[in-house]
């Protein structure tokens, strides 16, 4: 999965502006206890962190 793709993603789930906020501000035990944000530094792939994403919220099947 691309980044652009990710972030698309994203934005169509929480809205652009709660995407960034949540990517900011939810620490998720998927991704070992680190935010969106910080597992993208950290080179997490893009598909890794949008499976701990769709594992933590309620996203839809279209989305997944």
Request: hydrophobic residues 45%; proline residues 4%.
């Given at each position: 999965?691309?980044?652009?793709v990710?972030?698309?993603r994203?934005n169509?789930?929480?809205?652009e ?7 900011k ?5 998927e991704?070992g ?16 962190v ?5 594992a ?9």
């Open positions: 999965m691309r980044l652009t990710f972030w698309q994203m169509e789930h929480f809205g502006g709660y995407a960034e906020s949540v990517a501000d939810y620490v998720l035990a991704l206890g680190r935010t969106i944000d910080q597992a993208l530094a950290d080179g997490e792939s893009a598909k890794t949008w499976r701990a994403v769709v933590t919220f309620d996203v839809p099947p279209s989305l997944r």
